[in-house]
């Protein structure tokens, strides 16, 4: 019998995957409805409106250093509002905002502190996950299964 190396006590950690008949867990593991639900609808909203306002200088028309930046904000802000793509918009975001923050060349220079903020509450939102009320939800949400009971049985008529 060949030595193995000590693998510790108890059970050797499994993967599970699709093919062994696992599922995988999503991105988010839950869609909190009422107060909760609402809690994150108003965090996406306090999140998106001032994203779209910063990223507007977009639409200036002038070409300046600052373009992607004003872009990434901007589109961010207009996913994060109806709640589509949440958890990958938020980690955006937040990379965007620090980008901003740290930037020599942004749009905004007195307003680090802000743009530092927002991408506290953009990694809140992408951890926390879109809520109920989202397209989230209603794309990869809570799903209910009707389970027959009369299986296997005739139906009585």
Known sequence: MPKRAFEGVGRQREFHTIESGYALQRLFSTFPNSSPGVGLLL???CLGIPL???GSGV???K???TFAQDLIAAAGGI???PGLWTPAMGALIALDEVWIALSRY???PEKTWI???LAILAISVAMLGPGAWSIDARLFGRKRFDID???GRRPSL
Do not use: E, M, N, V
């Open 149 to 151: 009971r009369t299986r």
């Open 106 to 108: 942004s749009s905004q």
């Open 43 to 45: 965090l996406r909203l």
């Open 79 to 81: 996913f994060l509002l």
């Open 59 to 61: 639409l200036s028309g």
């Open 52 to 54: 779209i306002y910063f």
């Open 63 to 65: 070409p300046s250093i």
């Open 115 to 117: 743009h530092i903020y």
